[in-house]
């Protein structure tokens, strides 16, 4: 059974750069056709899909998002990571990884991670 996890820092300061690695096991993040989402959910709002990479290293991002954020792989480690830049204290969510078969806002998730909360403060 595939298990994700989150690791990162809870607190970024204002204008930094976010950076979170989800690791993957029980399964490898290059095994066709899935896809490997970032989603976040800041406080008392709803989900928000980020951004994936699938399982060919080919990467996805929200509109919204894609200038400022970038998601790598370490294959070896069988990890990725996302990367957020110029955060400001809306970026303030629980962030947490997934892992779907289809990716996009909405795309039914198999397994998520159990996220972690960044804090966006000085």
């Known amino acids: 059974q595939v298990q994700l996890q989150e690791s990162g820092p809870g607190l970024v300061e204002p204008s930094q750069t976010l950076s979170l690695t989800c690791t993957v096991s029980?399964?490898?993040?290059?095994?066709?056709?899935?896809?490997w989402n970032w989603i976040r959910q800041p406080p008392g709002k709803g989900q928000e899909w980020m951004g994936a990479i699938d399982y060919s290293g080919r990467t996805y991002y929200s509109p919204s998002l894609k200038s400022r954020t970038s998601i790598s792989r370490d294959t070896s480690k069988n990890q990725f990571t996302l990367h957020l830049s110029s955060v400001t204290p809306e970026d303030t969510a629980v962030y947490f990884c997934a892992k779907s078969r289809a990716t996009g806002p909405g795309a039914p998730l198999d397994t998520r991670g159990q996220g972690t909360l960044v804090t966006v403060s000085s």
């Open positions: 029980g399964g490898s993040i290059t095994t066709a056709y899935y896809f």
